[in-house]
């Protein structure tokens, strides 16, 4: 069953009458881990801004967005909010500025979640969150400001506030890049775990390793184009298009001379 499916999403600079993301079409089905991979500037992050209409106003979306059976593309602000965080939540690349530096993080946990509830059943569900998500003492992390908190605490807080509401897809932007490698493995777990419990999820990166893992469908995006869209299995065993070749080759050489430096 499709939950969300994308057609001919095509982004547009009206400045420059540049055309960023060109004619994209993937679907995501309940339950399920779309990747979306490619290099910087590939587009990833344009085309999950564009689902929730969080890009800047110079960006035109044209095409379809439809999740469920409603479409996206076009619906103002005031009816996206109704849809962001409850039914599709976002997940940012940076943890440490995502998040208010002014206000503790409780508070802005607190606030997204006053939307849906009241203030006690928002703190409450809040710090129930924040324990599921491996915090030890809630309390003191629901009492920290940002710059307390590490990035890979940040980031945790951020799954668990889009976990909080019930989300029905979760779409994370590269969520481990700003992380070090002990962070890095506490998200992805994380994220499996999310994976396991049948959420339906977006998840954009350039490393190939953690897709591979998490993935059931992979999407592999190339200058604003979807050159190679199957299933994760097929398409790293039996990739088509060149690029994704060479995406793969170039991560098995990094792979066998690190191994090299270590033995």
């Known amino acids: ?55 800047p106003d110079w960006l035109e979306a044209s ?22 965080g ?15 530096p ?8 607190v606030e997204s979640l006053c939307e849906f509830m009241s203030t006690a059943q928002a703190k409450k569900l809040s710090l129930q969150w924040l324990v599921k998500m491996g915090f030890e ?3 003191v992390v629901f009492k920290s400001y940002a710059h307390e908190l590490s990035g890979g605490m940040l980031q945790r807080v951020m799954i668990a506030l889009a976990l909080a509401q019930e989300t029905q897809i979760i779409i994370a932007d590269e969520p ?24 339906s999820l977006i998840f954009v990166s350039h490393d190939l390793g ?12 190339k200058e604003g184009k979807g050159i190679e869209y199957k299933p994760s299995q097929n398409l790293f065993s039996n990739p088509e298009h060149e690029y994704t070749n060479y995406l793969i080759q170039t991560r098995r050489t990094i792979s066998q001379r690190f191994s090299q430096c270590l033995a």
Do not use: W
């Open 86 to 100: 409850k039914k599709i939540a976002m997940v940012l690349q940076d943890a440490m500025n995502a998040f208010n």
């Open 63 to 84: 095409g379809s967005v439809l999740f469920e059976t409603e479409e996206l593309l076009g619906k103002s602000h005031k009816d996206l909010r109704k849809i962001r």
């Open 137 to 139: 003492k809630p309390e």
């Open 210 to 221: 953690i897709v591979s893992y998490l993935a059931d469908d992979v999407l592999v995006m």
């Open 1 to 55: 069953m499709s939950l969300l499916s994308v057609k001919n999403l095509t982004i547009r600079d009206k400045r420059t009458n540049n055309i960023l993301v060109q004619d994209l079409s993937f679907e995501l089905s309940l339950g399920k881990v779309l990747g979306i991979i490619g290099e910087s500037g590939s587009g990833k992050s344009l085309t999950c801004k564009a689902i929730l209409g969080l890009n």
């Open 176 to 199: 481990t890049s700003a992380l070090d490698v002990i962070h890095q493995h506490e998200i992805i777990n994380l994220f499996a775990s999310i994976r396991d419990e049948k959420h």
């Open 102 to 109: 002014l206000y503790r993080v409780g508070h802005q946990m």
